[in-house]
């Protein structure tokens, strides 16, 4: 059974960068068909896709913040991050992984808040 793990800071300041990591486990992040993304609700909204990582490592990004953002996976650990540059206030929210199969993202790492602030 696949499990993700999303880490990184829980506070950010405006402006700075901000770099999660999404650890797999039960499942490689290179096999065929398989998309690594991640997807983030801030408080009251709807889902929104940040991007993801193709099984041969291209990257797709939301072309809202897409020269803001880089993807990027490490397959020796079995991880992938995420690296948001320039963030702002507006951009607090939960943070989450998941893996898209079938053209869906069914499995979900828990999720981890960020707050954007001074």
């Known amino acids: 059974q696949v499990r993700l793990q999303e880490s990184g800071p829980g506070l950010v300041g405006p402006s700075q960068t901000l770099f999660l990591t999404c650890t797999v486990s039960g499942a490689s992040i290179t096999r065929d068909y398989e998309y690594w993304g991640w997807i983030r609700q801030p408080p009251g909204k709807g889902l929104e896709w940040i991007g993801h990582?193709?099984?041969?490592?291209?990257?797709y990004s939301n072309p809202s913040h897409k020269t803001r953002t880089t993807l990027s996976r490490d397959t020796s650990k079995s991880q992938f991050t995420l690296q948001l540059r320039s963030v702002t206030p507006e951009e607090t929210a939960t943070y989450y992984c998941a893996r898209r199969q079938n053209g869906a993202f069914g499995s979900w790492g828990q999720g981890t808040q960020v707050t954007v602030s001074t």
């Open positions: 990582i193709d099984d041969g490592g291209n990257t």
